[in-house]
């Protein structure tokens, strides 16, 4: 049986109430029409399914008010597009400014493994006012019929067009689409990308830093107003995740690196609890029950007899304070304070009482890849926001030429070039920053027999890794998607093009990188076959762009054991 978990944990530590109300309805049979909207309304930002389980799914839109006052009826119907006689479910739920006239609906009586097609509609004075059409799909409770999945992250209105999305909405038969985290970005038009949104005029709204939570509900109705994001939204239910910049950069459970009480942007507990409301408002995901306080919204979904898929939460409930290289490193000079402050640093990330997860996520998700593996699923899955596999730089110092180490005119990049001959682990925002939480992390996997498939997002690049543990135990293959807009490493490290190459040479555990591409990952799995297909689209800059497939590669089960990633493109 599936199993989703909204349980609360804030931490000793954490501080802060939140009170949202929980979907607005579970839908099961049909209800009587209510009575007309005495004022306009319109659907500006789509429809959206989510949380898919074999008997139900949320459906989601937003419904808009141009005049009148109070609640808002809002219709919804669900039909079985290969059986049009069937009565439809359909039921009411009312939209209001306390969720941002924002609607959610726990459909129930929905049979495993079927596409539906869902709508909404309000019936005004001035007649039905309806809102785009979506497609959603059960889970299988049974069988080997492969799953199918688009896997997004790190999506930067400021950044360029949603093509990418766009892409995704083409794709045909998908099961799911995986969003990874940073659905959203939280900087001002003058922060991050602004360069970019200038020249192409495409600000952030508002103009400043996300902060209150009418900031975070004004950014996320900007961003749901974008064609292409409903577009794959309308296409098939999303299991969604969020990242640091749904909050705030590298937040975890006490602060962030972004949040800034001294420039006036108050308590984090408040911010971070605004951030929380909002994204419960506006994405299609189950809730805390009420009076639930929380933010530890993980959960585990099954397809069939393929694959459990576990969404992990990695940053407001369990994750230690950020460390970075950057803090530690920016600036330094002399070549004695530079290694004392990286022995310092490795210190602090090694220490085995430093989380990602925090205590009960871990214990829970060890529990979940051994039911998951005792009741015969083949794959567990893991829907999570960063980096696992081991990774460290190129040692530039080596690998370019002097006309390029000439051509590196940032100054974080000029550091790391300095950094790079040390082989150390350089993203401390990933898995590497958390060593030990990481190992014990694959010691459940190993205690369960699991056959892992991690997904990863957050780096703006694309990764195929092989895993292994401490002890050089292999632990599951890796597949990291690239962003939808935010620039990769590529577009800082500039003038090498064979800069994917050279991070697959210098890591044992990575088979294949890209850092200048854009796009999304196609991930199916059979039985005994996992594939991830590497799409990128030619351009964000415009609305004109081509589609590629980049990379494909696989890996198999052979004798309870997975065998190499091999490319197959």
């Known amino acids: 049986m599936t199993k989703i978990t909204r349980r609360g944990l804030l931490g000793a530590a954490a501080t802060g109430t939140l009170s949202v109300a929980a979907c607005a309805t579970t839908a099961t049979n049909v209800a009587p029409k209510p009575a007309p909207y005495a004022g306009e309304v319109e659907f500006l930002h789509g429809v959206a399914s989510g949380d ?36 439809p479910i359909t039921g009411t739920a009312m939209a209001s400014a306390s969720r941002d006239y924002c609607v959610k609906v726990d459909v129930a009586g929905l049979k495993p493994g079927k596409a539906y097609s869902y709508a909404f509609s309000v019936a005004t004075e001035a ?5 785009p059409e979506g497609r959603l799909k059960t889970t299988a409770l049974h069988g080997d019929a492969p799953v199918r999945m688009g896997v997004v992250s790190c999506s930067n209105w ?33 922060g991050y990308g602004a360069e970019v949104a200038t020249e ?33 939204h309308a296409l098939a239910p999303w299991i969604c995740t969020w990242d640091d910049h749904e909050s705030t ?30 994204y419960f408002e506006w994405i299609p ?33 369990g994750r230690s304070p950020d460390v970075s290289w950057f803090d530690a490193l920016t600036g330094v000079t002399d070549q004695d304070v530079m290694m004392q402050r990286v022995a310092e640093t490795l210190e602090t990330i090694n220490d085995p009482a430093r989380t990602m997860l925090g205590s009960e996520q871990e214990a829970w998700l060890s529990g979940e890849l051994k039911s998951s593996v005792e009741r015969g699923k083949a794959w567990q899955v893991l829907a999570n926001q960063v980096v696992m596999a081991r990774t460290k730089l190129p040692n530039f110092q080596e690998t370019l030429t002097p006309e390029q180490l000439a051509a590196q005119d940032n100054g974080f990049v000029q550091t790391m070039v300095g950094f790079s001959a040390l082989g ?37 690049t694309a990764w195929v890794n092989t895993l292994y543990d401490a002890e050089g135990g292999k632990r599951g293959v890796e597949f990291g998607c690239t962003s939808i807009t935010s620039p990769g490493t590529g577009a800082y490290i500039k003038g090498i093009p064979d800069l ?21 990952t196609i991930v199916t799995l059979s039985k005994d076959t996992a594939r991830a297909e590497y799409r990128t689209v030619s351009n964000i800059l415009s609305r004109d762009y081509a589609v590629e497939t980049v990379a494909v590669y696989e890996t198999s089960q052979e004798n309870g054991t997975l065998s190499d990633l091999v490319s197959v493109a």
Not at 127 to 131: I, P
Not at 217 to 224: N, P
Not at 513 to 518: A, E, G, I, L, S
């Open 127 to 131: 007649g039905n006012v309806d809102s």
């Open 500 to 520: 994917g190459e050279q991070f697959a040479d210098a890591n044992p555990e990575v088979n294949w990188h890209d850092p200048f591409n854009r796009g999304y």
């Open 52 to 87: 898919p389980l074999s008997d139900r799914v949320i459906i989601w839109t937003r419904a808009t008010p141009k005049t009148g006052t109070g609640p808002i009826p809002v219709s919804y119907s669900v039909t079985d597009p290969e059986n049009p006689s069937a009565p």
């Open 249 to 278: 950069n590298n937040s975890y459970r006490t602060g962030a690196q972004n949040h800034n009480p001294e420039e006036g942007e108050g308590d984090w507990s408040d911010r971070k609890q605004a951030a929380i409301q909002a």
């Open 424 to 460: 150390l682990p350089f993203n401390l925002d990933a898995w590497s920053g958390f060593p030990a939480a990481r190992e014990r992390l694959y010691a459940g996997a190993a205690a369960a027999d699991a056959k892992l498939i991690t997904l990863a997002g957050d780096t703006h």
């Open 200 to 232: 192409i005029g495409r600000v952030h709204d508002p103009i400043t830093e996300m902060v209150t939570l009418a900031d975070y509900r004004m950014r996320h109705a900007q961003y749901r107003s974008d064609p292409a994001l409903q577009a794959a």
């Open 285 to 317: 995901l189950r809730e805390p029950a009420a009076g639930e306080i929380t933010s530890a919204v993980w959960g585990s979904f099954t397809f069939g007899d393929v694959a459990t898929i576990h969404a992990l939460e990695s940053r407001l409930t």
């Open 158 to 190: 400021q950044f360029g067009y949603f093509n990418a999305y766009e892409a995704l909405s083409k794709e045909e038969d998908l099961d799911v689409i995986l969003h990874l985290g940073d659905y959203l970005y939280e900087y001002g038009v003058d």
